[in-house]
């Protein structure tokens, strides 16, 4: 048997048609989204539409176009006022190709999550409605396969409680973990140490993922030093490898309750939290959700008061500053000495 062809060993000729493979398959899925688009489009799509919708040159569109043309007889061009030409496939066409995977439907349910997080609730209402629509048009037997990998993903997708900017995430790395969740195998990540920049190999059983100011992997540390619970941050992992052995998923692990220990992100031991705010900031304050555990109370000068319990000194001090001398810390003594002694700092500064 051969073991080299035209200077090529025959591991870079399997690595070349694969690589081969994977571009042929590309391209049909943008051909099928393609047409799925021209359906959509009522007025259907110019040459600059599919430009844009899938970043290709000029060239490329039109190739795009006229596989279409070649492969779905139906398509038409569409008679328009205007110079652009434009073309769509009738309505119900193709109507037996579209389905909906898991990743699609619970990316619509942290969606309509994220809607009523920021009390938005008639949008989230709507949403709602929209995913029911949606779940009504699945086959039952499409609806079944795809339900186990949907509940896996809804309980592996955690909404911390602070938004914030969007730091930049290699989105095949979340691909591969969320593909690792589903099947619950454990995955080794190339790591990069947010203080020192080393890169270093870390096993991991993936658990879910908490989005907020910071995205962060929830999952096992599997390490005789570690062995617990612990975050990585999204951004510092370089690379992801699935591996064969699988992981049990602790059953007594929850991950909203996981979030729920902190304010934000940052993991530590809850402790109690009480808060004054002052009566011309009550009504504003008594408006927010500071935390899934809080109770309220109004005191009899009108100013409110806040409980509930959670860790993060650092991201409660973050927030406590933008109500500057509105709010009062009662407990714990650290965070009140941690907010007023830089509010006196900054009282300083000319």
């Known amino acids: 048997m051969p073991t080299s062809f035209d200077g090529l060993s025959m591991s870079e000729l399997d690595t070349f048609h694969g690589q081969g493979a994977a571009v042929r398959y590309e391209k049909a899925d943008n051909l099928l989204q393609l047409a799925l688009e021209m359906q959509a489009a009522r007025g259907g799509l110019s040459l600059k539409d599919i430009e844009d919708k899938f970043g290709v040159g000029r060239r490329t569109a039109m190739r795009m176009r006229d596989a279409v043309l070649r492969n779905f007889s139906q398509c038409e061009e569409v008679e328009t006022d205007e110079r652009t030409k434009r073309w769509r496939i009738p309505s119900?066409?193709?109507?037996?190709l579209i389905t909906f995977t898991a990743d699609e439907l619970a990316a619509l349910d942290a969606a309509i999550r994220l809607l009523d997080r920021d009390n938005r609730e008639d949008e989230a209402a709507n949403l709602t409605t929209v995913s029911g629509k949606v779940r009504a048009l699945m086959k039952p037997d499409i609806a079944r396969k795809v339900e186990p990998d949907l509940e896996a993903m809804l309980e592996a997708e955690g909404l911390a409680m602070r938004p914030g900017p969007r730091p930049r995430i290699n989105v095949s790395v979340v691909e591969e973990l969320r593909d690792a969740m589903k099947a619950c195998r454990k995955v080794r990540i190339r790591y990069r140490n947010r203080r020192t920049r080393?890169?270093?190999d870390r096993l991991v059983h993936p658990y879910g993922f908490l989005h907020g100011h910071r995205n962060y992997l929830v999952g096992w540390h599997e390490n005789p030093k570690a062995n617990q619970v612990a975050l990585f941050s999204l951004p510092n992992i370089e690379a992801v490898e699935i591996l064969d052995e699988t992981f049990v998923r602790d059953p007594g692990f929850n991950l909203q309750s996981f979030a729920a220990q902190s304010f934000g992100l940052f993991q530590e031991e809850p402790y109690p939290v009480v808060w004054r705010f002052a009566p011309e900031a009550a009504e504003d304050a008594a408006e927010f959700?500071?935390?899934?555990?809080?109770?309220?109370?109004r005191d009899t000068d009108g100013s409110l008061i806040v409980r509930f319990t959670a860790g993060s000194d650092l991201e409660m001090a973050w927030h406590l500053y933008t109500w500057?001398?509105?709010?009062?810390v009662l407990e714990p003594a650290r965070l009140a000495e941690m907010v007023n002694g830089n509010r006196m700092t900054w009282a300083a500064l000319p």
Do not use: A
């Not at 119900?92 to 037996?96: N, Q, S």
């Open 198 to 200: 080393k890169i270093n």
């Open 92 to 96: 119900g066409t193709l109507d037996r």
């Open 289 to 297: 959700v500071f935390h899934p555990s809080q109770t309220m109370e």
């Open 324 to 328: 500057g001398d509105k709010v009062e």
